[in-house]
């Protein structure tokens, strides 16, 4: 893959952390990029996204609480986590999907995302 997640780690519950989500392979600004997460025998989930059009989705638990953000100049996406519960315990994955897109919105389906990066870990506890 050639996108490249970074800023896991672990933080007790209350704390923050903000990930990153770079390429070189391409622009990021160009198309809809999404964050997701996967605990321990769950399912994948998506978390937040931010289309093409900069229209932003997040999931209803996350809201208020993270923000998904572009840095052009970087050629970044990032994904600041605040408030962080156990719960957000999960290793998080950068998506990207490249379209042609139906709406001016961006997807949180996995299913629908066509570039995936390997993910970092988040572990939320004392």
């Known amino acids: 893959s050639q996108i490249v997640e970074s800023g896991g780690g672990l933080v007790q519950p209350g704390g923050s952390l903000k990930l990153s989500c770079g390429t070189s392979?391409?622009?990021?600004?160009?198309?809809?990029v999404a964050w997701f997460r996967q605990a321990p025998g769950k399912e994948r989930e998506g978390v937040a996204c931010i289309s093409h059009a900069n229209n932003i989705n997040y999931l209803d638990s996350v809201k208020g609480r993270f923000t998904i953000s572009r840095d052009s100049a970087k050629n970044t996406v990032y994904l600041q986590m605040d408030n962080l519960r156990f719960e957000d315990t999960a290793t998080y994955s950068c998506?990207?999907?490249?379209?042609?897109?139906?709406?001016?919105?961006?997807?949180?389906?996995?299913?629908?995302?066509?570039?995936w990066g390997k993910g970092t870990l988040v572990t939320v506890s004392p």
């Open positions: 998506a990207v999907e490249f379209g042609p897109w139906p709406t001016s919105y961006c997807s949180l389906v996995p299913t629908e995302q066509d570039e």
């Open positions: 392979g391409f622009t990021l600004d160009f198309y809809d």
